[in-house]
């Protein structure tokens, strides 16, 4: 499983990072999928980053303000939020899945990453 961290709570306008790193395995052979749920929603895919740092695809709703990258050699991957928003917060998952199902033209889709963490909550609020 993965282990997230970096959240908390920002003013809007404000920037966080977050990491996850995974617990057991490499992230070497697999796209990172970022994901965030919110109490009472569907889990929502974020962005998504392929094994060798290609096919990068964002949600609409984050496109411009959120940036995914990853580190291999550190075995971490990474999610830049700027110019947050109170409906940017929830809980923000990371999972992994074969690159095949990160795709460059549609954010990930939870059903087909594993391995997911237990979350780091973001609150963005005045």
């Known amino acids: 499983h993965f282990v997230e961290s970096g959240g908390g709570w920002v003013q809007p306008g404000g920037s966080l990072r977050l990491s996850c790193a995974p617990s057991?395995?490499?992230?070497?052979?697999?796209?990172v999928g970022w994901f965030r749920h919110v109490p009472g929603k569907e889990r929502e895919g974020v962005s998504c980053?392929?094994?060798?740092?290609?096919?990068?695809a964002y949600a609409d709703s984050v496109k411009g303000r959120f940036t995914v990258s990853r580190d291999n050699a550190k075995n971490t991957a990474f999610l830049q939020m700027n110019s947050l928003k109170p409906e940017d917060t929830a809980v923000y998952l990371c999972?992994?899945?074969?690159?095949?199902?990160?795709?460059?033209?549609?954010?990930?889709?939870?059903?087909?990453?594993?391995?997911w963490g237990q979350g780091t909550h973001v609150t963005v609020s005045s």
């Open positions: 980053i392929r094994s060798g740092g290609t096919s990068i």
């Open positions: 057991g395995f490499t992230l070497d052979h697999y796209a």
């Open positions: 999972a992994v899945a074969p690159d095949y199902y990160c795709s460059a033209y549609v954010p990930p889709a939870p059903d087909d990453f594993d391995f």
